[in-house]
């Protein structure tokens, strides 16, 4: 890890970006899940072997145990979803899950590829599920979000990473922690900070701006 002086930890960034998508079916889909990424993601191939060189390609397949968020932690990481959803994503009919791997080179593209063309194989009515950041999408969300948030060809660090941030029990320190970035082949980040233990002081929307204001830059290939 490398500390900036601002505090924030950079943790050592991986070789490869990694982008791992699944879509939640509430019923039984009508084509085949498989054969529908395969039509509608021309720009990602199958593959069986993840990191071989080449254009974008992805490992999918259909699980039954892919083990899927419970209600309360939907509650928090949850994006455009109703109770209902919640509830009735415990008990999904199938689950399509891609997993991709690629060269710092061309993340940015790869993902914004995958992004895009995952929203058509969930159609009509499937939720997606993003790895990295752990967030659940309903369709509406992930087309108005990771998929639509781009400019110019950069990723919207608000859409592609996520900050969780928990408080200390025994001091007034804050932890938080970046989600997302690996996808781009990019370091995650730690920032651990003093804030005031009083309500209203500061706190995670503290930690969460610091991180999003050191990221974006790097998000986009540039120094902090």
Not at 128 to 145: I, K, P
Not at 195 to 216: D, K
């Amino acid at each position: 890890m490398s500390e900036h002086p601002t505090g924030i930890v950079r943790t050592t960034p991986p070789d490869r970006g990694h982008f791992e998508v699944a879509v939640y079916y509430l019923t039984t889909p009508e084509r085949d899940p498989v054969a529908a990424f395969r039509s509608e993601c021309p720009g990602v191939a199958v593959t069986d072997v993840l990191g071989a060189p080449g254009a974008p390609a992805a490992m999918v397949a259909m699980h039954d145990d892919y083990g899927g968020p419970d209600v309360e932690m939907l509650a928090y990481f949850g994006r455009g979803l109703t109770e209902a959803d919640a509830m009735a994503l415990q008990h999904s009919a199938a689950v399509l899950v891609a997993s991709m791997e690629v060269g710092p080179e061309g993340a940015r593209g790869a993902v914004r590829e995958l992004t895009t063309c995952i929203a058509r194989v969930a159609e009509p009515s499937g939720f997606v599920w993003d790895e990295e950041t752990q967030l659940m999408h309903s369709l509406e969300a992930w087309r108005a979000g990771p998929v639509a948030d781009w400019d110019d060809g950069e990723p919207s660090f608000g859409e592609q990473v996520t900050v969780h941030a928990m408080r200390s029990d025994t001091d007034s320190s804050l932890r938080a922690v970046s989600l997302g970035m690996r996808k781009f082949a990019r370091s995650d980040l730690v920032a651990n900070l003093r804030v005031p233990s009083r309500r209203g002081a500061g706190g995670p929307g503290q930690c969460g701006r610091a991180l999003r204001g050191f990221g974006r830059p790097l998000l986009g290939g540039r120094s902090p």
